[in-house]
């Protein structure tokens, strides 16, 4: 959205764009042990699937595979697409939009809380802690309907250094 602003000093018009925030998310999956959840260390409070913002001049792929080093110390692969979500009020500090994958850790038995993560643990899916942040309950419903058949996963775009 493109507002037009008066500049305080010259009272030139100033354009001024209030665009969503892209963010990513993964959900880290293994079949016998669930998926990572992390306790936030900052607000807004509580479980959270891993993940954050994307930094300019990086793709939302290589974002995700960085956000999951620096929170779960996880090297993740990535295996597909899950949705892009982008409700206005799905998180309270802004407009954020999330584009969330599917992924594996090449080494699950690394995980380590760091960075935003207070900790970082593998959950059930039938033993989630609660309550989860933003809009991360929908999104893991979206998961359980992916393993169950009622939903398909997107290719994803290689992962480039």
Known sequence: ?????????????????????????????EPDRGIVIIRRKSPPA????????VDEGESVEQ?????MREET?????LIGLLGVY????????MHTLSVVFV??????DALCA???????SFYHLDNLPSPLAFDHAVIVQDFKD?????????????VSS
């Open 1 to 29: 959205m493109q507002k037009s602003l008066s500049c305080p000093h010259c009272q030139g018009i100033i354009l001024s764009y209030a665009n969503p925030v892209p963010t990513t998310d993964v959900i880290i999956y």
């Open 46 to 53: 509580g479980y959270a699937l891993p993940g954050g913002f």
């Open 63 to 67: 974002a995700a595979v960085r956000e």
């Open 73 to 77: 110390s996880l090297d993740v692969e």
């Open 86 to 93: 982008s409700r206005p009020d799905r998180d309270v500090r």
């Open 103 to 108: 992924g594996r850790a090449q080494n699950p």
């Open 114 to 120: 760091g960075d935003d993560a207070a900790a970082a």
């Open 146 to 158: 992916y393993l169950e058949g009622r939903r398909f996963l997107a290719t994803v775009q290689p």
